[in-house]
């Protein structure tokens, strides 16, 4: 059984001039604030008229969220493998595999297993960062973790995210 939702088609990338990123040997972390837009999506995807219908049919209203999002690349920054949206309305992550194309969405559960933003940060700190890395097709970076790396950017990682959480929410 697979939950969520998969599209067949790429994720948005990160804008990297509002991306601070974390090295943590094979991979490096983005943290990110996104307000997530209709609007938004459309101007991203609007190159390919498959993918903006493809939106407009699973997601007829529209999706409208903000929040941090904690990216998971490779160390050269080819290819995101998760994402973990630390979003206001509908926590979610990704398993971004492969070879593109492949882009699963997994609702986040907080009455199960608690606030995302700590759940997403214990999974970089622990190295659980593993078995989902393989899941999204790099199952030779996960071979590649390095724990006391992990250890190290999750606080950074945790304390930056929630700065920037902070200091946007009070701009709002």
């Given at each position: 059984?697979?939950?969520?939702?998969?599209?067949?088609?790429?994720?948005?990338?990160p804008?990297d001039a509002?991306?601070?990123y974390?090295?943590?040997?094979?991979?490096?972390?983005?943290?990110?604030?996104?307000?997530?837009t209709?609007e938004?999506?459309?101007?991203?995807?609007?190159?390919?008229?498959a993918?903006?219908?493809?939106?407009?049919?699973?997601?007829?209203?529209g999706?409208?969220?903000?929040?941090?999002?904690?990216h998971?690349?490779?160390?050269?920054?080819?290819?995101?493998f998760l994402?973990?949206?630390?979003?206001?309305?509908?926590?979610?992550?990704?398993?971004?595999?492969?070879?593109?194309g492949?882009?699963?969405?997994?609702?986040f559960?907080?009455?199960?297993?608690?606030?995302?933003?700590?759940?997403?940060?214990?999974?970089?700190?622990?190295?659980?960062?593993a078995?989902?890395?393989?899941?999204?097709?790099?199952?030779?970076l996960?071979?590649?973790l390095?724990?006391d790396?992990l250890?190290?950017?999750?606080?950074?990682v945790?304390?930056?995210?929630?700065?920037?959480q902070?200091?946007?929410?009070?701009?709002?």
């Amino acid at each position: 059984m697979e939950i969520g939702h998969v599209y067949e088609m790429p994720p948005m990338r990160p804008d990297d001039a509002h991306t601070t990123y974390f090295p943590a040997g094979v991979i490096k972390i983005g943290v990110e604030y996104r307000d997530l837009t209709p609007e938004a999506l459309v101007e991203y995807y609007g190159g390919d008229e498959a993918y903006v219908e493809e939106l407009r049919r699973t997601a007829p209203l529209g999706i409208e969220d903000r929040g941090v999002s904690l990216h998971v690349f490779d160390a050269d920054g080819q290819w995101e493998f998760l994402r973990f949206d630390l979003f206001e309305d509908a926590p979610h992550y990704h398993y971004n595999h492969l070879g593109g194309g492949r882009n699963h969405i997994i609702p986040f559960d907080e009455t199960a297993h608690g606030p995302i933003a700590e759940w997403a940060v214990d999974k970089i700190r622990s190295g659980e960062l593993a078995p989902m890395l393989a899941q999204a097709g790099g199952a030779e970076l996960a071979k590649g973790l390095d724990a006391d790396a992990l250890a190290d950017v999750a606080d950074q990682v945790a304390a930056y995210a929630a700065e920037l959480q902070a200091r946007l929410a009070a701009a709002v």
